[in-house]
Each structure stands twice: as C-alpha cells, then as structure tokens.
C-alpha cells in the first residue's frame, strides 16, 4: 500500500496537493456532466470520476457518489491483472461486471490508464469514470428489473473490453456487447436507446482525457517524482486519521462491537467489530449473514468495502479526500456464499442500492454513530421498447430515478428531510424535464411530514413522488425499508416504512369495472362509483416493495418514502413539543430552489 516516502510532508504542499487531486476529479465530472445527453448522467449527476494511483488504489476523488468511489479501485485493480502489459498508451476499458469490480450492471465503468510522457512505457496513474447509464438490456426497460433472478436477466456484462484500442474507437465491439449479446438470453433484449449510450460513454471517454491531460500539467509543474510522493502522503494522512478514530471508539465503546439489521425479506446482515485500541485497528466481520439470495438484492464484495469505507470516512472529523488510505487499518471478513459474497450468476441490480444502504445502517448502529435513514434508494423505472411477445426488436427508451427520504438523527443533530443518504448522492430529475421528456405528470412532490422518527433528535421526513402516466408504460418500483422501519438508537423512535400504492383506474380490458351485480352488494356503492358521477372509481392498490407494473393511462403511482430514526428519548412533551418546532423552522430556512435549472441560471448570472 505505501511506498516509500522522503520524510515528513509540508503540511502546506500536504493541503495544496489533496485539493488539486480533488480538483482534477472534479474537472473530469464537469467535463462529463456538461459533455452528456442523457437525463440519468446529464441532469440527476448518476456518475462519478475518481483518480488512482499505479497500483490501482483511490487517490482522490470529488464528492460524487460514495459507492462507486470506493468499488472502482477493485475495477481498475481487475483490469489491472488481467490486462498486464497488453495495456498500451490510448487504450480505454470498459467494464461492469461484478466480478470485475462492478457494482451493478447499469454502472459502466471507463478507464484510462496514464502513461508517462517521458518513459512511454511507464504507467503513472489511472483515471476512471463511472456512470448509470439508462438502459443496458435486460428483460425490462431501465435494466432495474425487481424480479430478476440471474444476472442475465439484468442486462449486459461486460468483464473487460477495450473500447478504444491505441485510439481507435471499436463501435462494432460496443454493440455487439451492448446490443447483440444481451437479446440472446430468454425474454431479454439489447440496450433499447443505444445512441444516447453510446454518447454517454464517449462524454465519459473524454473525462478521462481530461483527467489526463491536468494529471500531465501537474507533473509538469511539480514533477513526477514530487506529485507520487504526496500522492502517498495523502493516503498515509488517511490511514492515520483512521487509526486515531479506532483509538478512540475503543476509549469510548469498548474493542468489541456488533448488529444486526434485516432486508424486508428477512434476510439477516450481520457484523462483528474487533478493535485492536494499541494498533489502532479493526477486524470488520459479517459472519451471520443470510444467504445468496434468488432474487437481486445480492451485493458483491465490491459494494461491501464502497459500503465500509463510506462509514469510516463519514465518521471522522478531519476533512480529508477519501482514499484507499481509509481501509489500511480496516480488514474486512465477509462469509462465503452469503448474500454479500455471491456467485457470479446471482442477480445484483438491487443489491448495489439496497443492500448497501442496509450495511451502512449496521456498521454505524455497531459504533452507535447515528440513527438509521431511510435506508434505501426507491428505483424507479419506467420505459418502452425492446423485445415484444413476437419476439421482434422495436427500439424504445428507458428512465430510472431515484427517490429521497428521511435521513437519520444523531448525538447533537435532527436528521434531515428529502434528501439522498449515505452511499448515494444522485440528484432527482427536475419536475419541468420530467414532463416534457416522457409521458408523465408530477402530481406532487412534497415532504411527507411526521413521517421521521421522534426524539431528543428528530430523524429527517421522507417525501411524495406522485405520478401520473400519460399512455401504457410498464413501471418498476424497487425498494426497500418497507416492512423494517428505520431504528432509532437511545431511546429515539423509528422512522415510518415506506409504502408504494398504485391508484389504477378501472377497465374494461382489465376485467375490473363494476358492473350490474355489484349494486347488489351489500357494501358501501361509493367503493364501485363516484356518487357525483357514477363513473367507476380507482382501485387504491399496495404493489409491496418491489413490483413491475403495466400502467394504464391515467393510473398514479404514489411513493412514499421512509423517514429516518430519531436519536435520544424525549424527557417531556415540553422537549417534544420543541423538538418539533425546531425542526419546522430548520426546514423552512434550508428549502431553497435547486436543480439543473437553477444553477444555470445562476452560472449564467455570474458571466
């Protein structure tokens, strides 16, 4: 992990170089945000871009999404060993697969080795990109199927593939992954818009030039012999930070720590924590765990550490870029044949976006940092397209989001209301590109309020996503904390479960309107029609946590999501009462306007 270094760093040239590693990072997720098409990468920022060193350990990256960060060091580690010295300077790999480093098969990841300008031969660094693009295949639109049961059913995998070879950008190779070899699976189609993939993906080819290219300016300034040297200067500065953390839980909570949470399913997670106080260090082990699961919410080992590493970062005080630096003093034991550890088969889509959150609830509640949030990411997907029951290919599109919640509570702080937690950061698309991109209307879009757990310290509201189709379109729903509800720790209440209902309007074809026999009944006739109207009125259906709908037109599908745990009981209805008000006027003064929108418009005041 750390090579050898020249003495003590400068604490200034120390602060100087994490910022202009960070800095590089981010300029590759402007280059990519702004080079984009798509909605997914474009407007909900479902990328992140990451700097790494020769031997495939994270250096630095920009506050982009948390699982991918820590998950890619296995990506470029991967392509490393297998590749070896076939890596030629203009090569560019593309990559998903889980066994590869991938976190789920949307997630395509690009990158690009860096070779020295003075020794040609000589890899100096890689940069790397990673992004959620729409739809990959499967056998639904979006390749977010709730029901799938094989990987294969999820879309493309693609282990290792050269996309561009020695600057030659290989198309034919990307569709015949991309399109071709995903149609031959049983009930599965290729990428239903390849254009606007295909697009994305060179946006995320040109990131990686440009990461490149400030990497060389670097060099250029400082040499290269200077920038390696703080590069590993910055990793020893986060492990020691680590080190100093575990001294100090150890101090507080004693070196041996557990918990135990569940999927709505029942399966079980699991973790031990050993802290060894003199060396400040930790043995992570999720013995205990549930089985590798049929459905998808199986994570690979991948997601576990972006899982722990997110924990160990989140929980330290010091404001240090995270870095392979954070898991030196952390080993992590995970079971094999455990839902954490699954064959290579195994469905996963689920697991990348819930299943990370319910690990990330477990290491915190074992080192009692905070309250669970909602604890899940409420994918949505909906599109058209693909194969059809004749088996004919019809070109369509694909849309997936993510939905906020409630985030936690903890020692000293509410939690927050409507916001993405912990290991996602992604953006909600805009109400207005919504609209006019697809058919369907936002009928609201608010807080759910009380819906956060109670306490010293309120855990954060969820929100309500209602949404109206304009046409038949087949939706997909997959979610989580909807028979466990958020914890809440000393004392504090849970958060409210989710809960996603589908208003269905009856029809004809369906077999579901009422019809003569049903006035006979001696129920309550307003449940079969309007009184005022007397035409039919809606089902109010329950579809559970993970459901693949066909809507109809007009039909809703209302989310609501889960609040995060409260922190700490409350003495009085006194502090209750003020718990509550508190929280009223935090949210009212941290509501702003946000969006893609709004920050052009505020980009293009500052011109």
């Not at 960070?22 to 590759?28: C, G, L, N, P, T």
């Not at 507080?252 to 973790?271: E, F, H």
């Not at 993970?546 to 007009?554: E, F, R, S, V």
């Amino acid at each position: 992990m750390s090579a050898p270094t020249k003495g003590t760093p400068d604490p200034i040239l120390l602060t100087l170089f994490a910022n202009r590693f960070m800095s590089v990072a981010e300029a590759m997720g402007r280059a990519l945000q702004q080079t984009s098409i798509s909605t997914n990468i474009k407007e909900r920022l479902d990328y992140s871009c990451a700097l790494f060193a020769p031997d495939g350990d994270l250096v630095a990256n920009a506050p982009f999404i948390p699982i991918h960060l820590g998950s890619m060091s296995f990506a470029v580690k991967y392509q490393m060993n297998l590749l070896g010295k076939d890596l030629k300077n203009g090569d560019v790999i593309m990559t998903n697969s889980p066994r590869a480093g991938g976190s789920h098969l949307p997630d395509i990841t690009i990158i690009t080795p860096v070779f020295s300008q003075t020794q040609p031969d000589q890899i100096i660094f890689f940069t790397a990109s990673r992004g959620h693009h729409a739809d990959i295949g499967g056998i639904l639109p979006g390749s977010m199927p709730p029901t799938s049961v094989n990987i294969f059913e999820e879309g493309a995998e693609i282990v290792s593939f050269k996309i561009v070879k020695e600057g030659v950008f290989d198309r034919d190779g990307m569709l015949d992954y991309l399109v071709e070899k995903p149609a031959k699976y049983p009930g599965c189609s290729g990428c239903r818009n390849i254009r606007d993939v295909e697009s994305d993906l060179k946006a995320q080819i040109a990131a990686n030039h440009k990461g490149i290219g400030l990497i060389h300016a670097l060099i250029t300034e400082y040499s290269l012999e200077s920038v390696q040297e703080y590069m590993y200067h910055i990793r020893n500065n986060a492990e020691q930070s680590v080190r100093n953390l575990l001294k100090d839980v150890a101090k507080r909570r004693g070196t041996k720590l557990s918990a135990r949470d569940y999927l709505d399913d029942g399966s079980p997670i699991q973790v031990q924590v050993s802290i060894n106080e003199e060396k400040g260090s930790a043995v992570i082990d999720f013995e205990g765990t549930g089985p590798e699961l049929r459905g998808n919410l199986n994570a690979p080992i991948s997601v576990v550490h972006s899982a722990v590493i997110y924990c160990m970062r989140a929980m330290l005080d010091v404001d240090i870029p995270l870095n392979a630096g954070c898991l030196v003093p952390i080993e992590i034991k995970i079971p094999e044949d455990s839902l954490l550890s699954p064959s290579h088969t195994a469905a996963v889509c689920g697991g990348n976006v819930l299943t990370s959150q319910r690990i990330v609830d477990v290491v915190l509640k074992a080192f009692n940092a905070a309250a669970a949030s909602q604890g899940c990411c409420n994918n949505l997907t909906f599109g058209q397209g693909g194969k059809d029951k004749d088996g004919v290919v019809k070109e369509g599109w694909g849309y997936y989001e993510t939905i906020a919640g409630g985030s936690g509570a903890g020692p000293g702080w509410h939690g927050t209301s409507g916001v993405h937690t912990h290991i996602t950061n992604t953006r909600i698309g805009d109400v207005e590109i919504l609209e006019r991109r697809y058919p369907v209307l936002v009928h609201e879009f608010s807080i759910r309020e009380g819906s956060g757990g109670k306490g010293k310290w309120n855990g954060g509201c969820g929100v309500i996503r209602d949404l109206e189709f304009l046409e038949e379109i087949r939706v997909s729903i997959l979610s989580e904390r909807r028979a466990h509800a958020p914890y809440g720790l000393e004392g504090g209440q849970p958060g409210e479960r989710g809960r996603n209902i589908w208003i269905k309007l009856p029809r004809e074809q369906d077999g579901d309107l009422p019809d003569a026999a049903d006035d006979l009944l001696p129920a309550n006739p307003s449940i079969h029609k309007d009184v005022k109207t007397s035409t039919p009125k809606p089902r109010i259906i329950n579809v559970g946590g993970k459901a693949t709908i066909l809507m109809g037109k007009g039909d809703r599908l209302v989310l609501n999501t889960p609040g995060g745990g409260g922190w700490g009981a409350l003495d009085s209805e006194e502090a209750q009462k003020e718990a509550n008000e508190e929280r009223d006027e935090r949210i009212k003064l941290e509501w702003s306007a946000r969006g893609s929108l709004v920050e052009r418009a505020k980009v293009q005041s500052s011109f």
